[in-house]
């Protein structure tokens, strides 16, 4: 079943400074079933225990963390056990956005896959061992910068616990080829997509986002879907936004 999540910046901004547990009881009341969080840098593993324990007294789950690496720096191999550890037995999913510090790879250069393959072949059997699924989260401008890139990724890792996360917004716009080809692959492999509704008028929504639904459902997808900000400045509005944005979402099958 599809869960309907909130990841970082979708939180009430009036709640910026509150604890977690404030933060899980906003969205919660807000109508979400989880949060996503984004760790600032891969050194932060234990920002999470505090999340997971918020969202335990809320009846919640930790949907999504998200986190950048650098694909020529191994500086966070070392850290796979103990974010395994935190996140172990549970459904939550780790989203990696690929970047390079090396000039020589330019975004959608597959000049860094063999690098990438072999670090997260590594870390996979970590992960795996844990339960955690790892997903390529492309992002504009970043070394992993198209869908087709973290597909060629997946692919040529190929492992079970290895799939792809997607930004919607992006995705949708009128310059864009079609979504769907450019997923077809892996349509088995995509667990996660997220929305920043706050770039969408409510008539985007139907001419937009309406149409990559659709695309998704014929393939058959049912992951997770969050939504990411920025939101609007005042609460009553951001709470009467993500409703509105929830509830066309659900009328296309999210939960």
Do not use: K
């Amino acid at each position: 079943m599809s869960t309907w999540y909130a990841q970082d910046a979708a939180l009430l901004p009036a709640l910026a400074g509150a604890s977690w547990s404030q933060r899980a009881a906003a969205a919660r009341s807000a109508g979400f079933d989880g949060l996503g969080l984004t760790l600032a840098s891969p050194e932060d593993v234990s920002g999470v225990q505090p999340v997971l324990a918020a969202l335990h007294e809320q009846s919640m789950e930790l949907s999504a963390v998200r986190l950048t690496w650098d694909i020529r720096s191994e500086s966070v191999a070392n850290l796979w056990p103990a974010l395994a550890d935190r996140l172990a037995g549970g459904r939550t999913l780790l989203a990696l956005r690929l970047i390079s510090s090396s000039a020589h790879d330019r975004p959608s250069s597959p000049r860094g896959d063999a690098a990438a393959a072999q670090a997260i072949q590594d870390w996979a059997g970590q992960l795996a061992a844990a339960g955690v699924r790892l997903a390529l989260q492309p992002q504009p401008g970043a070394w992993l910068a198209r869908p087709e890139d973290a597909v060629r990724l997946v692919l040529r890792i190929n492992r079970p616990n290895i799939g792809l996360a997607l930004d919607l917004t992006p995705l949708t716009a009128p310059d864009q080829p079609p979504m769907e080809p450019r997923l077809y692959l892996v349509r088995n492999r995509l667990w996660d997509v997220t929305l920043s509704a706050a770039e969408l008028d409510p008539a985007a929504l139907a001419t937009r986002i309406g149409p990559a639904w659709a695309v998704l459902a014929r393939l058959g997808y049912g992951g997770s879907v969050g939504y990411t900000g920025p939101p609007p400045a005042h609460c009553a509005a951001v709470v009467h936004h993500l409703q509105t944005v929830r509830d066309a979402l659900r009328t296309r099958g999210i939960r």
